[in-house]
């Protein structure tokens, strides 16, 4: 076996002085405190042995636990250096691995020339350390620096497996690699092909040996993750993934008479599954009872919940069934549909629009020479020996993988948005760009070489590139006097009467405050910037999750009398006794819940059911009634919360709820906001580092935000004019605000000033298509004012005018007007309600925007009319249909199958708008013959009346979509 060393000294101490660099710039450059989004939430979950949202993150949640340990500072700094040693560790692998490749591909080779090697290498590793991705998530509490590492570390094991073929254990240790980084972030997943390419192409007769191993260790992994599931059709999966492999190595042992590597088919299973041991982290820090405790892993339901979840569309289950379920015959099929109003991108779409904006970013962060670079490395496999090219073929596999196959499963989007949820995903991405690079570079440059000696100097300029990354990106990855999340938190919950109960609703609302509360409170006063701050008496709830069976159970153990006493030594070395306030409060338990929503839907309308957050806000109703009278509350919404509306005064960066419902807002409590909101907009705007802090921007735009929308609730239009304008202020893409400013600027005849907001927007978020559209509709909402005006003119004089309601309602809907279009239906009902085309306008406009309980009345109406019409039965089956009305539906049905006969039945049967019941058997009824049907349709001659289905007046208004 081939055990020699192949690093030479030159190799590690590239790579030393590339760890070294990196790490300064790094630790120079790490947040200071708690930063935006999820930091918070990650803080918590390492400084108290917790576990953060799904997939819980067990290797970075326990080694930051641990690396927090050190006595080196404030906590929240202390896990932004460790994300950046984490990431100065891989970009030191990738410089020592970058100078031993070039040697190794025989680059440089006269003695006079190696200094090249390491300038090429340093100067593309330093060029990776600099590149935003990468840069951005190494000085923050992120968990992308050490999946950049294991990444690392698993190409590192590969590289050297390449040199030594025979040495198995180097591939069960990349293995074992690659399922250990699983415990840190599933994005590992997609880079799972690489170990079986390299086998098949450089050790072709082992290859069966390692695939029957991998498919042993997958199929024990995948039968507990089933049984674990308790799903069916994952169970039934894995059990005819066991025949398959039951046959296939029966097969290969028939093949090979017997003669089959049992060795490998023990340890390699044994070296997965000791790499998935990370996960038994989860269960033991969710039953201490920690402050950040999702999913409530210490229960086999939540910890299968957390672990389900994946970065590709869909959970696990439903990605495996997706996969492995079509070969096995268990795939059932698309059981999704777009949601309405979106519009479904194909796989081709994605990636021909993701493709041109990503590699516009590595010409950015690397820098146009890189792009060059990449793609000679592609001409340097042409000509090298076959293990050489099979590492470059590894790698440009694995680069496609990552950079392309990933954020198409994902559906990526290239506005700003999409880009900012994109971005930290691709560390490894980079790491794996850069590693071509310098193979592309070295061959490039050596060909220069080897025709005139003198070229060699060109090698000399290659530290432009790094420089020029760190001028270009430092900016906005550097987070160096970035206070902006400690002051998020701080400044909101530091005047807050004590023993408030805090209600967060958006990502850094909910997860900052947590922080604050039990991170940054216990910290000694000499590692706190407030000295005096420690909010330890405040109560902190996730809007979005209430109700959530596996949160409500985590927040009873925090707050309730049901908080479980610390059972040994361990728990209270962690301080559980004294980590949440002693005063319990009332919150119901996940069965109190159900029935709190349920009493809640008695009384509310199919509308307001339909709600995102709807059940949220009935369940933290219930909170606030049972704990109104000793606590006070403030909320930091994500989705609003209607009712609170009512309740609500502005406070700071947040709302507080009045013990009682208001008449009007106090006039000194809007006084006191805008006076606040000038002070504070103009603290952050002089910050010279917010206008590069994208989080911030967004995080306190949205603040203002929510105190402009409970203004518009209490038609308080020049007050939400002006907070919709401030928080444009601090984020002029906020597109919901200027969605909304819109309006209310059309209602004053300001059509100018909308355009001008769209226009600005779109200046940096120039990829975002909901923004072109408001922005198109804008425009067109200032051409068509002069024709609206005359129509209400004239409406005004003829109210029984049909055409002119109905021309109305149409400019009104397609500007996006849809209070002012929905008033016209609601009058024209009123005014016209005698005439049945008026009436099927209504029905199909209520239809169209999913009201449908509206549009029950006119549909009624509508068949009293026009009793023999079978299209209006049609109609009016469509509504009941649409509001779960079984039995109502099938009698509507039928008596249009009688009107409408053979053709109405057909239509009904094969129409894709009632498919979700289609196979039941009273639907199924439908299709048998009864009474005497006209097989044409329509009704019968003697009756006189012209059905609507020859009409063209009749059927304009009746194409409704699916709900």
């Not at 993750?225 to 290969?252: E, P």
């Not at 216990?522 to 069976?549: C, H, M, V």
């Not at 819109?742 to 907001?757: E, P, Q, V």
């Not at 249909?881 to 409408?900: H, P, Q, V, W």
């Amino acid at each position: 076996m081939n055990k020699r060393r192949i690093f030479s000294r030159a190799d590690w101490l590239c790579g030393l002085g590339a760890f070294l660099v990196s790490l300064a710039v790094y630790g120079y450059t790490a947040a200071p405190n708690v930063t935006l989004l999820d930091s918070g939430e990650f803080l918590v979950a390492a400084g108290h042995f917790g576990v953060p949202h799904p997939t819980g993150y067990p290797l970075w949640t326990f080694t930051s636990w641990l690396f927090q340990l050190l006595p080196l500072g404030n906590m929240a700094w202390e896990v932004a250096v460790w994300s950046g040693v984490c990431t100065a560790g891989a970009v030191g692998i990738a410089a020592m691995m970058s100078n031993n490749i070039l040697r190794w591909m025989g680059f440089f080779g006269e003695a006079g020339q190696r200094w090249a090697n390491i300038v090429i290498s340093g100067s593309f590793a330093l060029t990776l350390a600099f590149s935003f991705s990468v840069w951005s998530q190494a000085v923050i509490a992120e968990v992308y620096g050490l999946h950049a590492l294991m990444t690392a570390i698993f190409l590192l094991l590969l590289y050297r497996w390449v040199h030594g073929p025979q040495r198995d254990s180097l591939m069960i240790g990349a293995f074992f690699v690659l399922a250990l980084s699983f415990g840190n972030h599933h994005l590992t997943l997609v880079l799972s092909p690489l170990p079986f390419l390299l086998i098949l192409l450089l050790r072709r007769r082992a290859f069966w040996d390692w695939l029957l191993a991998a498919m042993v260790t997958a199929l024990l992994v995948y039968l507990g993750f089933a049984i674990l599931s308790g799903d069916v059709l994952v169970l039934k999966t894995a059990i005819r993934l066991a025949y398959c492999v039951a046959i296939g190595g029966a097969f290969l042992l028939w093949k090979r008479r017997l003669r089959i590597r049992v060795k490998l088919i023990a340890f390699l299973p044994f070296a997965v599954i000791a790499g998935l041991l990370s996960y038994v982290y989860m269960p033991l820090a969710s039953s201490t009872n920690p402050p950040m405790n999702w999913s409530y892993t210490r229960e086999a339901q939540g910890f299968f919940y957390s672990i389900n979840r994946s970065q590709y569309q869909g959970p696990l289950t439903e990605q495996s069934i997706k996969t492995l379920g079509r070969f096995m015959g268990t795939y059932p099929g698309e059981q999704t549909k777009p949601k309405a109003g979106e519009v479904e991108r194909s796989k081709r779409e994605v990636l021909v629009e993701w493709a041109g904006f990503f590699w516009l970013q590595l010409n950015r962060s690397f820098t146009p020479f890189s792009i060059i670079f990449y793609f000679c490395s592609i001409l340097a496999a042409l000509r090298l020996s076959l293990n050489r090219r099979t590492w470059i073929y590894l790698l440009h596999i694995a680069f496609v993988l990552a950079a392309f196959l990933q954020p198409i499963l994902d559906g990526a989007k290239i506005d700003a948005d999409g880009w900012w949820l994109q971005m930290p995903y691709h560390t490894y991405t980079n790491l794996i760009f850069s590693l071509l690079c310098v193979m592309g570079g070295g061959y490039l440059l050596d060909a220069l070489t080897r025709r005139r000696t003198k070229l060699i100097w060109i090698t000399a300029l290659l530290p432009i590139m790094p420089a020029y990354g760190f001028l270009v990106n430092f900016s906005e990855a550097s987070q160096r006097n970035h206070w902006f999340g400690w002051m998020f938190g701080h400044d909101m919950l530091k005047d807050l009467p004590k023993g408030s109960i805090v209600i967060g609703g958006s990502d850094p609302g909910r997860f900052v405050p947590t922080y604050m509360i039990f991170g940054e409170s216990p910290q000694p006063a000499a590692l706190k910037r407030d000295p005096g701050f420690d909010r330890r008496d405040l109560y902190i709830i996730t809007q979005n999750a209430l109700g959530e069976s596996n949160y409500m159970k985590y927040l009873r153990d925090h707050y309730t009398t049901a908080r479980p006493k610390p059972k040994n030594a361990f728990e209270k070395w962690l301080g559980r006794e004294n980590t949440y306030p002693q005063e319990t409060i009332a919150l119901p338990s996940p069965e109190e819940c159900k029935v709190i929503t349920e009493d809640a839907k008695k009384t509310a309308s199919k509308e307001e059911q339909a709600d995102y957050s709807f059940e949220m806000g009935a369940i933290l109703k219930w909170i606030w009634e049972k704990n109104k009278d000793r606590h006070d509350f403030f909320i930091e919404e994500s989705f609003s919360i209607p009712w609170t509306y009512d309740y609500a005064i502005p406070h700071g960066l947040v709302y507080q709820l009045s013990k009682t419902k208001l008449d009007r807002i106090p006039p000194e409590a809007v006084a006191r906001d805008f006076a606040f909101w000038k002070d504070y907009k103009a603290k952050l705007l002089n910050d010279p580092s917010y206008a590069s802090d994208y989080d911030a921007q967004r995080s306190f735009s949205k603040l203002r935000q929510t105190i402009g929308n409970i203004y518009k609730y209490r038609k308080m239009k020049d007050e939400a004019i002006r907070a919709y304008f401030e928080a444009l202020e601090l984020w002029p893409e906020n597109i919901e605000v200027i969605a909304v400013l819109t309006r209310l600027l059309w209602d004053k005849g300001d059509f100018d000033t909308s355009i001008a907001l769209f226009q600005k927007a779109l200046e940096k978020d120039y990829n975002n298509l909901p923004l072109w559209r408001l922005a198109i509709m804008a425009e067109e909402r200032k051409k068509t004012e002069g024709e609206i005006r005359g129509l209400k003119d004239t409406l005004a004089q003829q109210p029984r005018n049909r055409e002119i309601v109905d021309k109305l309602i149409e400019l009104y809907s397609r500007v996006g007007e849809s209070e002012k279009a929905e008033a016209v239906v609601n009058k024209g009902t009123n005014d016209l309600a005698d005439d049945p085309a008026m009436l099927r306008i209504a029905v199909t406009y209520y239809g169209v925007n999913s009201k449908w309980q509206d549009a029950l009345a006119p549909a009624e109406r509508l068949i009293r009319i026009e009793p023999t019409n079978a299209q209006n039965f049609l109609l009016l089956a469509r509504v009941y249909y649409s509001l779960n009305k079984k039995k109502e539906f099938y009698d509507t049905a039928r008596k249009a199958i009688e009107i409408g006969g053979v053709s109405m039945r057909e239509q009904i049967l094969n129409d894709d708008f009632f498919k979700s019941w289609r196979n039941e058997p009273e639907f199924q009824s439908l299709a048998q013959p009864g009474g005497n049907l006209s097989p044409g349709g329509g009704v019968p001659p003697s009756s006189g009346t012209q059905p609507a289905t020859s009409s063209t007046e009749g059927q304009e208004h009746m194409m409704l979509r699916s709900p």
